[in-house]
């Protein structure tokens, strides 16, 4: 049996469990966790987090000498149920409100597969006894590149999308901030809704262009944008919060001006899956890199079987 669907072994480390975008256990993006994976190997991170049945969990060990003061500095890797992938923004924010649980909120360093990447914690109070905890990272310096038509022809094949669904005003770009993701616009909110394409194909066109996910996009107003994320090359139908694809699309927005240099955006996700959640994408002008920001919370550990 290989790794990817092994039983894990009892002492393997159990994941602590964390949603992202979200400040309720059922919103958002939920992520696995392993705060020491020092003496774990590939399969076995792959193991843990095909066990776990996430879109992604995060795995952490010692960080380079010089990154960050201790227990603020960590390297990261991610992993989904199927591969490593070499970045992820959900597992990013849940890994960083899982580490400011244990040693407060503030400046958070990791050295991930993509490169470094920073992000701050901070804990806003709110009625009574409750706080919101929001975490932000700052990609890796995006870039947007062209993608040929027959490309676009073959995802939309896929997806079951015909081209005049399509927003011509936002035209199909590969965008990359830590990971590739294909950006595709709908020209309506019924079109993003009806998501039901071709698992397969997709994953075949993904793995041949070295995608992520497929950013899908519906501009609501300036500002305000819906995205859903099929991520089959991971092993899932669609992620529910996308940190990475928020990332890549604010960096998309501003290289095709249909934002200002210095923007605040916000992303809807999930809502289709009845995993709600909120992205905020913060644009800043002088600074290529884009702050993907949101709250994040605990997921209650499953009783343990009688």
């Known amino acids: 049996m290989d790794a990817q669907h092994r039983r894990v072994d009892t002492d393997m480390p159990t994941p602590l469990r964390y949603t992202a975008f979200s400040t ?11 705060l020491d994976a020092t003496h774990l190997t590939d399969p076995d ?8 049945g996430y879109s992604e969990t995060a795995f952490l060990t010692a960080p380079p000498d010089g990154l960050g003061e201790p227990g603020r500095a960590y390297t990261v890797r991610y992993f989904s149920p199927r591969a490593e992938v070499p970045f992820c923004g959900h597992a990013t924010v849940a890994t960083a409100i899982a580490l400011a649980d244990r040693v407060g909120p503030g400046e958070f360093v990791f050295a991930t597969p993509a490169g470094t990447v920073p992000v701050t914690v ?8 409750t706080t919101t905890t929001t975490a932000t990272l700052t990609s890796v ?9 027959p490309d676009v022809e073959e995802a939309l094949a896929a997806l079951r999308w015909p081209a005049t669904d399509l927003d011509p005003a936002l035209p199909p770009r590969i965008a990359f901030a830590g990971a590739r993701h294909l950006v595709l616009a709908a020209a309506t909110r019924g079109r993003l809704a009806d998501l039901s394409y071709d698992f397969d194909r997709l994953e075949t066109f993904m793995r041949q262009r070295d995608l992520t996910t497929v950013q899908l996009v519906w501009r609501e107003s300036a500002d305000v944008f819906h995205v859903r994320n099929p991520f089959p090359v991971g092993g899932v139908v669609e992620d529910p919060a996308t940190g990475a694809a928020a990332a890549a699309f604010g ?7 249909i ?14 899956m009845g995993r ?7 644009l800043r002008a002088g600074d290529a890199r884009v702050r993907v920001g949101g709250a ?7 009783p343990l079987p009688q």
């Open 296 to 302: 994040g919370t605990r997921i209650p550990s499953p």
């Open 141 to 149: 310096t995006p870039h947007v590149t062209p993608i040929p038509a």
């Open 24 to 34: 309720t256990p059922t919103g958002g993006n939920p992520a696995g966790v392993v």
């Open 45 to 52: 991170m792959l193991a843990i987090a095909a066990d776990l």
């Open 251 to 257: 960096a998309y927005a501003r290289e095709l001006g």
């Open 122 to 129: 901070t804990r806003t109070p709110g009625d009574g006894t």
């Open 276 to 282: 709600p959640g909120v992205l905020t994408v913060e």
């Open 259 to 272: 934002v200002p240099d210095t923007a605040t955006l916000t992303l809807h996700q999930g809502a289709d």
